[in-house]
Antibody
Framework: EVQLLESGGGLVQPGGSLRLSCAAS????????MSWVRQAPGKGLEWVSG????????YYVDSVKGRITISRDNSKNTLYLQVNSLRAEDTAVYYC???????????????WGRGTLVTVSS | DIQMTQSPSSLSASVGDRVTITCRAS??????LAWYQQKPGKVPNLLIY???TLQSGVPSRFSGSGSGTDFTLTISSLQPEDVATYYC?????????FGGGTKVEIK
């Protein structure tokens, strides 16, 4: 079955760190660019970061640059997001998402995980 | 960065009505525009890409049009299962920005 499964979310204090993971299955993971998209409670979608299929190129939204690192391990079919210096405004469900087009970096997504909730609060 | 503005932010329509949602880009994006549907409590689902190409498995009552800065998503005959929030997204450059969403309800 083609699916993405996120993990690693939870309650963290302001200033803390988390590492989110996304396990992929059912497709050739290394052939597809991947992204993290977040959604604050009751709010819209916000693209956070993307990575090429090889992992050699990464992209970030300006609001998180310097605090977030995206990476992938194609041998483990797993995508990661390291989030540091967490702030209350980082509270959101974090989705991993797969681009539709093979070997492309057109950042629209045909497969989404169920998401993992990150809550930043003291 | 290019901003995406959707209108209206919410709408209420009757079953069988034709529903149109508009998305405007702050700069031209050619046809690099996707639409998603997010039902309550669910993950987003890709409906349309390249402004007008229907994703596999999406009902034909959904259609998209537009190019440059102005785009529309049309539901030709609203069904109860279409209750959801709809998002546009431009993807011609990073960041691939989403619109603010349009919540569709049944009257």
């Amino acid at each position: 079955e083609v699916q993405l499964l996120e993990s690693g979310g939870g309650l963290v204090q302001p200033g803390g760190s988390l590492r989110l993971s996304c396990a992929a299955s059912g497709f050739t993971f290394s052939n597809y660019a991947m992204s993290w998209v977040r959604q604050a409670p009751g709010k819209g979608l916000e693209w956070v970061s993307g990575i090429s299929g090889s992992g050699g190129t990464t992209y970030y939204v300006d609001s998180v640059k310097g605090r977030i690192t995206i990476s992938r391990d194609n041998s483990k079919n797993t995508l990661y997001l390291q989030v540091n210096s967490l702030r209350a405004e980082d509270t959101a469900v974090y989705y991993c998402a797969k681009v539709l087009v093979l070997l492309s970096q057109f950042w629209y997504f045909d497969l989404w995980g169920r998401g993992t909730l990150v809550t930043v609060s003291s | 960065d290019i901003q995406m503005t959707q209108s209206p932010s919410s709408l209420s329509a009757s079953v069988g009505d034709r529903v149109t949602i508009t998305c405007r880009a702050s700069q031209g994006i050619s046809n690099y525009l996707a639409w998603y549907q997010q039902k309550p409590g669910k993950v987003p689902n890709l409906l349309i890409y390249a402004a007008s190409t229907l994703q596999s498995g999406v009902p034909s009552r959904f259609s998209g049009s537009g190019s440059g800065t102005d785009f529309t998503l049309t539901i030709s005959s609203l069904q109860p299962e279409d209750v959801a929030t709809y998002y546009c997204q431009k993807y011609n450059s990073v960041p691939p920005t989403f619109g603010g969403g349009t919540k569709v309800e049944i009257k």
